[in-house]
């Protein structure tokens, strides 16, 4: 099946500092999301796009859905303690828009 | 309060035992998911219901079986589960089969 190949696995950063991650795909997809799962919880929904080069923001997160089609990127700028957890892109592909695939995870960490 | 609730929580089973999972969604949606979460690894797709109709069983082994008895409810019944069966199992829902989904907080399961 579609593979999403996230990066990096993990990140140890320093709080205030800016984090970037991203996704990429091997197939062409129509929508892009961006989940953020804290210790205990469920994923929730943080940002979807929809649009190639399209740019959305939520707070101190922006992301973009990339002109290929075939990646996505997630910036948070100035973080703080509680962006800890592990963040998720999931795609759904041109060729089964009823299908999300999910990448394997961001692992972030902010040293107060 | 993410709208989707999943009990128990946690839940220890023997390989020989039988016990359900329940997901109930608040939100009006039509579709529902259950999702299977080891670490490390993306979340697996097991089943799709979409207007009660099962649309999707990602050769899912038969000791797990999905019931929805309404769009608001899904259960998830275990046997003969395996070892490597201990995960986290994620119930999500979504407005209409293919949209962005939101998820439970997850039931704990460890197999003894």
């Known amino acids: 099946g579609q593979q999403l190949n996230q990066s990096p696995q993990s990140m140890f950063i320093q709080e205030g500092e800016d984090v970037s991650m991203n996704c990429t795909s091997s197939s062409i997809f129509n929508t892009w999301l961006w989940y953020k799962q804290e210790p205990g919880e469920g994923p929730v929904l943080l940002i979807a796009l929809y649009k190639a080069g399209e740019l959305t923001s939520n707070g101190r997160l922006t992301a973009q859905f990339g002109i290929t089609r075939k990646d996505s990127f997630l910036n948070i700028s100035a973080s703080i303690p509680s962006d800890v957890g592990i963040y998720f892109c999931?795609?759904?592909?041109?060729?089964?828009?009823?299908?999300?695939?999910f990448g394997s995870g961001t692992k972030l960490n902010v040293k107060p | 309060e993410t709208g989707v609730t999943q009990t128990p929580r946690h839940l220890v089973m023997g390989m020989t035992n039988k016990k359900s999972l329940k997901c109930e969604q608040h939100?009006?949606?039509?579709?529902m998911y259950w999702y299977k979460q080891s670490a490390k690894k993306p979340l697996e797709l097991m089943f799709v219901?979409?207007?009660?109709?099962?649309?999707e069983n990602n050769s899912v082994p038969s000791r797990f079986s999905p019931e929805c008895p309404n769009s608001s409810h899904l259960f998830l019944h275990l046997h003969t589960l395996q070892p490597e069966d201990s995960a986290l199992y994620l119930c999500?829902?979504?407005?209409?089969?293919?949209?962005?989904?939101?998820f439970g907080d997850g039931t704990r399961l460890s197999i003894l």
């Open positions: 999500a829902s979504s407005q209409e089969w293919g949209q962005p989904q939101h």
């Open positions: 939100l009006g949606h039509n579709a």
């Open positions: 999931a795609g759904q592909p041109l060729y089964n828009f009823n299908k999300f695939y």
């Open positions: 219901y979409n207007f009660k109709e099962q649309t």
